[in-house]
């Protein structure tokens, strides 16, 4: 199965997308399905996994998506998950230090990717 997913504790997911809102769920569906695009938050509640700690498990088992993006509110957070996902990540995999731009959340949620 071929899915888009946006890992976040509380806010609403875009249109399109699968919907993991802690660490365990996102790596379950990272394990599971194709994943195109992924975006993902830091900060994942208290006593949680949080965004740094998805990366380490997705660089440790050779997870991957074809486009990871970072829509956390977290600077730190941002940095670290940006660093690490470089450093590891295939040169096949784009990884973006930042949000997923508008024009490609409504291709998403049209259903036009």
């Known amino acids: 199965m071929r899915i888009h997913l946006?890992?976040?504790?509380?806010?609403?997911?875009?249109?399109?997308?699968?919907?993991?809102?802690?660490?365990?769920?996102?790596?379950?569906?990272?394990?599971?399905?194709?994943?195109?695009?992924?975006?993902?938050?830091?900060?994942?509640?208290?006593?949680?996994?949080?965004?740094?700690?998805?990366?380490?498990?997705?660089?440790a088992e050779k997870l991957r998506a074809k486009e990871i993006y970072l829509h956390t509110s977290s600077p730190y957070g941002r940095r670290k998950m940006y660093e690490m996902l470089y450093e590891h990540m295939p040169e096949d995999v784009r990884v973006h230090n930042g949000p997923m731009p508008e024009t490609l959340i409504r291709e998403i949620a049209e259903g036009a990717r």
């Open 6 to 59: 946006y890992l976040d504790d509380w806010r609403p997911h875009p249109k399109g997308f699968a919907l993991a809102r802690n660490g365990e769920e996102c790596l379950m569906m990272l394990r599971e399905c194709e994943v195109d695009v992924l975006s993902l938050d830091y900060e994942l509640g208290y006593d949680q996994m949080n965004g740094g700690d998805v990366v380490a498990a997705m660089v």
